[in-house]
């Protein structure tokens, strides 16, 4: 069984930095793709940021600049580096992946105080 597990969240003031990490229990060349997404309260899930197996990335256009996302193939591990945090970067980010499936890992809460 395919597992994703995050790890990295925790409490920052605004203007503080995090990395989350997201270990996938195969190698991760087995995804097409790999993305953070994140659910703040009382909104929808949102993509955050994804890496092809090529090694292409995309944003949201609201972390543009200051998160960047990458893989570590030997490691089977996917990160986000966040930097300049603001309030509204709160929520639970959920590590995703797919090939053929989509997988999803528990979740890591990150919470901005500002």
């Known amino acids: 069984q395919v597992q994703l597990v995050e790890s990295g969240g925790g409490l920052v003031q605004a203007g503080g930095s995090l990395t989350l990490s997201c270990v996938a229990s195969?190698?991760?060349?087995?995804?097409?793709?790999m993305a953070w997404y994140r659910r703040a309260p009382g909104k929808q899930r949102e993509l955050v940021a994804r890496?092809?197996?090529?090694?292409?990335?995309d944003y949201a256009d609201s972390v543009k600049g200051r998160f960047t996302i990458s893989r570590d193939n030997a490691k089977n591990t996917v990160y986000l580096r966040m930097n300049s945090l603001e309030p509204e970067d709160t929520a639970v980010y959920y590590c995703?992946?797919?090939?053929?499936?989509?997988?999803w890992g528990q979740g890591t809460q990150v919470t901005v105080s500002s």
């Open positions: 995703n992946g797919f090939a053929v499936v989509t997988y």
């Open positions: 195969i190698s991760i060349f087995r995804f097409n793709s």
């Open positions: 890496i092809t197996s090529g090694g292409s990335t």
